[in-house]
C-alpha cells in the first residue's frame, strides 16, 4: 500500500519536453510515419517534484524577462529623447552647409570632405551592438555588411572595415579574411567623444587618400517592432548636408516613437506616441562675416561629428526596442510554458490521489 513520492511514468517517450510545451498533442510512439522524430527525443522522468520544480524555475525566468523588457523600454525612451534633441542643432547646421553652398556655387574651392573622386577603395563603418539578447539586431546588419561586402568584390574594388560594437568586433576577429582598420567598442549611451573618435579615424583615411569613399552602415530606427539596416555615404559629403544612402535615397527621419511606462490592470505596460520635431527656420538674408570657405571648413568636421553620432544614437535605439521585443516574447512563452506544465503536473497529481485511494479501498475491502 506504500507509494512513491516520485512516481515514474510507465510510458516516458510520450512525455518528452515537447509534450510539456503542448500536452494535448498525441505521443511520438503513435505516429509511425515518422519514426526518427520520437528516436531522436530523449526520454525525461515526469515526477511531481521535477515539474514543480520546473514550474518555478520558468516562473523565476518570467521575473527575469519582464524585468529586462522594462529596463529596456525605460532606456529606449532616453535613446530616443536624445536623438530628437540633437536634431534641431543638426537641421540648423544643414541650413547654414546650404547656404554657404549656394554662395559658393560660381566658385571654384577646394574642400577636401566634398571632394569627389574616382572611387577605388571603400571604408565601411559597421555599427553594431554591444550585448545580445535583442532578437536579430546584430545578425541583421551583419547581413547588410557582409551583402555589401559582396557587392564590393563583384565591382571590383577593395574595402576595409572600421568596426563599432563589441558584436561587430567578435564577429570580424573570427574572419580574419576580412581586413579591419580599427576595432572600437561603444559606451551604454554614444557620447560626441566617441563619435569624434570615429570621425577622426575616416577622416584621416579619407584626406590622406588611403580610401575614396566612407559609408555608414547602421540601424535606422522606425518603430517598437521595425528597424531597417541602412547605408548611407559619409565621405565625400553632401554638399546640402542630406543624409541619403549608397542609392541617393534620403534617410533622415521625420517623425519619432516615443514610449513611456504606465500601469494597466495593476502592471507596467508601454505605451507609444507619435512626435514630429520642430526646428526653426533659418533665415534667407543672412550674411557670413568670414570667409565662406573658412566657415565651410570649420562646420564640415561638425557636421561629420553629428552624422556619426546621430547613427549611433540610432542604433542604441533599435538595439534596445529589439531586446524589448525579444524578451516581451520570452515572457510571453514562459506564460505558455508554464501553463502547459501546471496541467501537467495537476493530471499527475490527480492521477497520483486518485491511484492512493483506489489502493486505500481496495486494503479495507480486503480486511472485511
Not at 577646394?110 to 571603400?122: A, S
Not at 490527480?350 to 489502493?359: D, Y
Amino acid at each position: 500500500m506504500s507509494c512513491s513520492n516520485l512516481p515514474v511514468c510507465r510510458d516516458t517517450s510520450s512525455l518528452s519536453f515537447g509534450s510539456f510545451l503542448n500536452p494535448f498533442r498525441p505521443p511520438h510512439n503513435a505516429t509511425p510515419n515518422n519514426p526518427s522524430r520520437s528516436s531522436s527525443v530523449t526520454p525525461i522522468h515526469c515526477g511531481l517534484r521535477e515539474l514543480r520544480e520546473r514550474i518555478d524555475s520558468v516562473k523565476n525566468t518570467q521575473k527575469i524577462t519582464e524585468a529586462m523588457k522594462l529596463v529596456a523600454a525605460a532606456k529606449v525612451r532616453r535613446a530616443q529623447e536624445a536623438v530628437v534633441n540633437g536634431r534641431p542643432f543638426s537641421e540648423t547646421l544643414v541650413e547654414v552647409l546650404y547656404n554657404i553652398n549656394e554662395q559658393l556655387q560660381n566658385e571654384d574651392i577646394d574642400v577636401p570632405l566634398i571632394k569627389v573622386r574616382p572611387v577605388k577603395k571603400v571604408a565601411l563603418v559597421v555599427v553594431t551592438g554591444d550585448r545580445g539578447l535583442c532578437g536579430g539586431f546584430n545578425n541583421n546588419i551583419i547581413k547588410k555588411a557582409e551583402a555589401r561586402i559582396a557587392e564590393l568584390k563583384t565591382l571590383g574594388l577593395d574595402y576595409t572595415i572600421i568596426s563599432v560594437g563589441k558584436k561587430g568586433n567578435a564577429y570580424f576577429l573570427r574572419r580574419p579574411y576580412i581586413p579591419v582598420d580599427r576595432f572600437l567598442e561603444g559606451g551604454s549611451l554614444p557620447t560626441a567623444k566617441e563619435a569624434q573618435t570615429i570621425a577622426d579615424d575616416v577622416f584621416s583615411l579619407f584626406v590622406s587618400e588611403e580610401v575614396d569613399k566612407v559609408e555608414l552602415l547602421y540601424t535606422k530606427f522606425v518603430s517598437l517592432v521595425k528597424s531597417d539596416p541602412v547605408i548611407h555615404t559619409l565621405l565625400p559629403l553632401s554638399p546640402r548636408g542630406e543624409i541619403c544612402d549608397v542609392n541617393g535615397v534620403c534617410v533622415d527621419a521625420a517623425e519619432d516613437e516615443f514610449f513611456r511606462l504606465t500601469t494597466k490592470e495593476g502592471k507596467l505596460t508601454v505605451e507609444r506616441d507619435v512626435v514630429r520635431t520642430e526646428t526653426a527656420s533659418f533665415s534667407p538674408i543672412l550674411q557670413f562675416e568670414q570667409d565662406p570657405v573658412q566657415i565651410l571648413d570649420a562646420l564640415l568636421p561638425l557636421y561629420l561629428n553629428s552624422q556619426i553620432l546621430r547613427a549611433l544614437q540610432e542604433s542604441l535605439a533599435s538595439e534596445l526596442a529589439s531586446r524589448m521585443s525579444a524578451m516581451s516574447n520570452a515572457t510571453d512563452n514562459a506564460m505558455e510554458l508554464k501553463k502547459n506544465l501546471s496541467i501537467v503536473y495537476n493530471r499527475q497529481r490527480q492521477a497520483k490521489i486518485t491511484g492512493e485511494i483506489l489502493e486505500i479501498v481496495a486494503g479495507a475491502d480486503a480486511l472485511v
